[in-house]
């Protein structure tokens, strides 16, 4: 989907050193291997040669610059960064997208949602369990989803507001039900509540308890990140300011699904989680393809952060992130969780 491969078949000046015979040769057998995708054997027996030899007069195709290999991709996906990026963090799967020149001081482009919808096509099979946390990103995927195989649905979070739900987390898990002709599974509930009791007394409420029976037959997931300032994070917007203050102090630097990290991608500050609607980090650990939507400079040192806990296995950005997050240090493996004082 994200990259196709030309092959030119030229007779350019470079090869201008092999006879007219030696050429037309070489671009016929360059066109059966390479466009009509013959093998190296079948070449060999129409030609009344050794496969060796074909395999020579390819070799020096290339070398010649008789036969032209070139990879592209459209326009707004950046590959060389993709695979930098994958390779960096030790991820299943990085996409890239260019930033507006003008936006890339702003989190999460949209045009990120319109990417990660054309992955979750890709990731998702007949029969999965797609699960979508809160988040303006995820959001944005859910509006331009147009393909999704069978596949049922379910919220991962409850709502940053109640009273916006059929605008936000609920309309989007509606929305992917409704592309995938499956079921779909809505939290009605706030994300955040005033205490631990409360939001134990909402979990098993009916319509929430059975929601949160699919957490564990999550395959895919898509989720979204912020970094711990105002306007960044939804989580960090709902606090109070003493809570806000007080969660920086003990080194907050990311939220996900209302899960927090320090900068390493250790989990601190756990007792938020016993006061929201989310799915438990142990659960979302299990599920195998986590898919993280986020971007923008701003976003950056968080969005390493979430990516050293190693609760994420797949990321789409965009080129403001990738470039701060390409260079700071690599991290290959997860980092492991600790025992915050303040839990």
């Known amino acids: ?29 360059a066109r059966r291997f390479y466009l009509e995708g ?24 290339l070398e010649r610059d008789l036969v032209r290999i070139e990879i592209r991709v459209p326009a707004e996906l950046d590959a060389e960064r993709s695979d930098a990026l994958r390779a960096h963090f030790g991820l299943r799967h990085a996409v890239v997208v260019e930033s507006p020149a003008e936006a890339e001081e702003s989190p999460d482009p949209e045009n990120l949602g319109e990417v990660a919808a054309d992955l979750l096509g890709e990731l998702v099979n007949e029969g999965d369990v797609l699960g979508l946390a809160w988040g303006r990103s995820t959001i944005h995927m859910a509006a331009a989803l147009d393909r999704l195989p069978p596949c049922t ?6 709502v940053y507001d109640a009273g916006t739900a059929e605008r936000g987390s609920v309309e989007a898990v509606r929305r992917a039900a409704q592309v995938s002709g499956g079921d779909a599974h809505p939290i009605y509930a706030p994300m955040l509540l005033p205490d631990a009791a409360t939001a134990a007394a909402l ?4 319509g929430i308890a059975r929601a949160f029976d699919y957490f564990d037959k999550v395959t895919v997931a898509a989720v979204s990140i912020g970094s711990w300032e105002p306007g960044i994070s939804t989580v960090h917007d709902m606090l109070s300011e003493d809570e806000r203050a007080r969660y920086a102090s003990i080194g907050v630097a990311a939220e996900m699904s209302a899960h927090l990290f320090d900068k390493d991608g250790r989990r601190v500050g756990r007792d938020l989680g016993e006061r929201c609607i989310t799915v438990e980090a142990d659960r979302l650990r299990r599920i195998p393809e986590v898919v993280a ?12 952060a979430v990516l050293r806990s190693g609760l994420v296995t797949s990321l789409v950005t965009d080129t403001a992130a990738a470039d701060h997050l390409l260079s700071g240090p690599a991290s290959p493996r997860p980092a492991l969780d600790r025992t915050d004082p303040d839990d």
Not at 293 to 304: E, L, W
């Open 293 to 304: 939507i986020a971007g923008g400079q701003r976003k950056a040192d968080a969005i390493a």
């Open 38 to 61: 013959k093998s190296k054997i079948q070449i060999a027996e129409e030609f009344g040669v050794s496969r060796f030899k074909v395999a020579r007069v390819l070799e020096t195709a």
């Open 153 to 158: 649905v379910v919220q991962l979070t409850g």
């Open 1 to 29: 989907m994200y990259s196709s491969e030309e092959i030119a078949v030229s007779t350019g000046r470079s090869a201008a050193r092999m006879g007219p015979a030696e050429l037309v040769q070489a671009a016929a057998m």
């Open 203 to 206: 979990r098993n409420q009916t």
